[in-house]
């Protein structure tokens, strides 16, 4: 049985990528790169449906923290952020 904990602080310290950790750890910087882009790249595709802006930096972050989540299958946030997707819900994540 594999537990991860999750994490999404503010500010962070040093580097932007502590701010998303896994297990108490930072995301490493190619993953964090890897996935920046991953989200960046959508909601420029996207962002003419918006009326041509991008989510502020802090909204960003957040966005990118629930991508990292998701895509890591981190324990019962993957189920809370599956279902904040899909239904409404309370996780008990902070950012």
């Known amino acids: 049985h594999i537990v991860f904990s999750v994490n999404c602080s503010s500010p962070h310290l040093v580097q932007v990528r502590e701010r998303i950790r896994i297990n108490g ?3 490493g910087k190619k993953l ?8 960046y790249g959508r909601l420029y595709e996207t962002k003419d449906t918006y009326g041509g802006s991008k989510p502020a930096y802090f909204r960003f972050l957040t966005i990118l923290a629930f991508h990292v989540f998701l895509q890591e299958k981190v324990g019962r946030y993957y189920q809370c952020t599956t279902s904040l997707i899909s239904g409404p819900v309370f996780p008990s994540y902070f950012c």
């Open 32 to 39: 964090f790169t890897k996935y920046f882009w991953q989200v």
């Open 25 to 27: 750890k930072p995301i």
